[in-house]
Structure formats: structure tokens, C-alpha cells
């Protein structure tokens, strides 16, 4: 089986051979191979060198229908698209897109003869691509590559790769788990992808270790989610993770599990926390951070004083000081007090923006 460094000379003789600029990219129009020979466009450099495509290249593309080309194309000169007049064949193994092979023809006087050596090309490098799927490292590195792409954001192609990569059924659905445990896929940001139905036991293991001591709680993004969703399941393991740092109390780590706490992580960031009560920020801005903590964990213990001491350990008496210092501060009666609520989001909100990565 052919190496991508013969692949690569193959296309460099092609070039050479054809005189123009030849161009092998994937289905995603990332280059793979190109040769240094003939002139060149903008959409060509720009894919090169930027590892970036014109939109208006791409529509050109969909609208000539070329992914389901079976043999070379010759593409116009268009304009708008920056782009010269050229050749395409598309990449196949099956019924499989690999990629795209390209060659640039401005003058339009590539001859019916010639057109072999393009088809000999782009089998050699379909064939690569297709072993390359097949090989440990090849399928390892793709897949994380198209993870990546799907944890960045919506990107209906590289569910469609994954799933033809991973021979996954097209109604596959997923949840995200951090900080990574057992089994799934590596993400990102010590995140991990399990398919729905494989996490389950999974999760649940990891949630009753944590509760056991012997392992952390693992956030997990609540609900199965598409494929293509992947990156809504990653943003919401990553906020019930910055949740639990900030110290929700949860009936189990989940998305799903967050209850009032939505209000919390959805705060939208033109919302300061002085905004909702001012003595929040100005407990924070003490010198002295019991009080603080203090008035969160009263709060949190719905007022229960008894059960506050018990939190922190403190004799009741210390805890009455610390109340009467928290008022003062904050001009909340923490008893009756009619802002006690706002107060006590507001400290839930200073602490979750505070507990971000």
C-alpha cells in the first residue's frame, strides 16, 4: 500500500508532468498533498497556506455537485469564488467521500489524454486515505481531529465521517463526562465522549466512587445528545463541573440535576453580581474570607444556625459574631431579612464565575 510520502511524489510528478498545480485535500477541503508547480489563485493560497476555504468556493462545489462526481470535472473560472478554472475528481473508496483532487487549468488546455494520469493519481491517494482509515493511528488521529471539530461546534460533515468512520449508527447519541474516567473518547480539556448506553454504568460507577471517596465527581452533561450536538453536551458538562467547584449541592452531578442553578450558569455576563445584591462583592472584598463563607453556608443551610456551625465547624457563639459582622457589611437581616434571596443568589453567582477554569 502506497505511503503519503509516495503519494506525495506521485502528485509532485503530476504537477511536474501537467505543468499546473496539482492539489489533494480532504472531504473537509483541508490540503493533504499539493505540488509546487503552476500558477496559482487566491482559493488555492488561501487554503495552503491559512488552512482556510472561501465560503463562495465551497457553494461552488455544492452546486456543481462534485462530492458525487464519478469521474474529472472541468469547473469554470468563478469570480466571486476567487477562483481560476481547474479540474476535480473526487477522492472514493465504496461509496465513501475521502477528498478532492484539484488541478489548476486557468488556460483551459488540459486535453482528454491527460486526464488518466489525474484518475491514476487520485485512486493512489484514495487508497492511502482508505488504509489510513483502517490503521490504528490513522483511525485514532481522525477521529480525534473530528471530535475536536464536533466539540467546537455544530458540524453536520464531521458527525456524517465519524459515523461512517467509526461504523456508528446514524442515530448514535452521546453524553460528556469531566474530568475523564474510565472508557469513551478523549476531548479537549480533560473532557471524555461516551456513546449513549456505554456511559451509563460508566457514570453511575464514577458518581457512587465519589460519593465513597475513592474517586472524583465526574460532571456529566445531562441527557443523551446527537452526534452533531456534541458541542451543547460539552458546554454543559463543563458548567455543572464550574457548578460543583463552586460549591452546588446537587442530587447527582448532571446537567439535567442542576435545578435552581440554571439561573446561575445562564446568567447572562452583562449581569454583575452587584447587580443582584451588593453586599455580595462587598463580603468578597474583605481582607477576611470566613464571612464569606459564612454567609453562603447559612444561606445555603436555609438559616439553619445549628446546622451551619455543624458545616464549619465553629462554636455557635462564633457563628452569632460572624452573623452579626454580615449584616453590618451587607445590611441584610439574615433571618427575616426580605433580600436574604438576592443576597444569596448573588453569592452563588460570585462563586460560580469565580470557580471558572
Known amino acids: 500500500m502506497a505511503t503519503s510520502a509516495e503519494v506525495q511524489a506521485t502528485v509532485d510528478r503530476l504537477g511536474a508532468d501537467l505543468g499546473r498545480a496539482v492539489l489533494v485535500e480532504d472531504p473537509q477541503h483541508r490540503p493533504l498533498w499539493w505540488s509546487r508547480q503552476g500558477r496559482i489563485d487566491p ?26 462526481a464519478t469521474g474529472p470535472v472541468r469547473v469554470p473560472a468563478v469570480a466571486e469564488a476567487e477562483m481560476l478554472a481547474r479540474w476535480c475528481l473526487p477522492l472514493r473508496t465504496n461509496r465513501d467521500l475521502l477528498g478532492y483532487l484539484w488541478v489548476l487549468d486557468p488556460d483551459q488546455t488540459l486535453i482528454e489524454a491527460e486526464l488518466p494520469a489525474l484518475v491514476a493519481c487520485a485512486d493512489l491517494a484514495a487508497a492511502h486515505l482508505a488504509q489510513q482509515r483502517l490503521t490504528g493511528d490513522g483511525r485514532d488521529h481522525r477521529r480525534a481531529a473530528l471530535l475536536a471539530q464536533l466539540a467546537a461546534g455544530e458540524d453536520l460533515d464531521a458527525a456524517r465521517e465519524l459515523i461512517r468512520l467509526e461504523e456508528l449508527d446514524p ?15 478523549d476531548l ?32 456529566t452533561s445531562g441527557p443523551p445528545l446527537p452526534l452533531a450536538k456534541l458541542h451543547v453536551a460539552v458546554s454543559r458538562a463543563r458548567v455543572v463541573l464550574q457548578a460543583l467547584r463552586a460549591g452546588a449541592t446537587l442530587s447527582r452531578p448532571s446537567w439535567d440535576a ?7 450558569v445562564n446568567a447572562p455576563d452583562e ?23 459564612t454567609a453562603r453556608a447559612l444561606l445555603d443551610s436555609g438559616g439553619d444556625v445549628a446546622r451551619t456551625a455543624e458545616l464549619l465547624h465553629i462554636h455557635r457563639t462564633t457563628l452569632y459574631y460572624r452573623i452579626e459582622r454580615i449584616e453590618a457589611v451587607t445590611g441584610v437581616n439574615l433571618k427575616t431579612g426580605a433580600e436574604r434571596d438576592d443576597l444569596h443568589l448573588a453569592l452563588r453567582l460570585w462563586a460560580y464565575r469565580n470557580a471558572a477554569d
Open 188 to 219: 479537549p480539556g480533560r473532557m471524555k465522549v461516551h456513546l449513549a448506553g456505554a456511559t451509563a454504568g460508566a457514570a453511575a460507577g464514577a458518581t457512587a466512587g465519589a460519593h465513597a471517596g475513592s474517586e472524583p465527581v465526574r460532571a
Open 271 to 293: 449581569l454583575a453580581v452587584a447587580d443582584v445584591h451588593p453586599g455580595a462583592p462587598a463580603l468578597a472584598a474583605l481582607d477576611r474570607a470566613d464571612l464569606l463563607l
Open 258 to 264: 442542576l435545578g435552581g442553578w440554571h439561573l446561575i
Open 43 to 68: 482559493t488555492r493560497m488561501r487554503t495552503i497556506l491559512e488552512r482556510e476555504v472561501h465560503p463562495a468556493a465551497v457553494a461552488v462545489v455544492a452546486r456543481l455537485g462534485l462530492a458525487k
Open 171 to 185: 442515530a448514535t447519541t452521546v453524553v460528556v463526562t469531566s474530568p475523564p474516567g474510565p472508557g469513551g473518547w
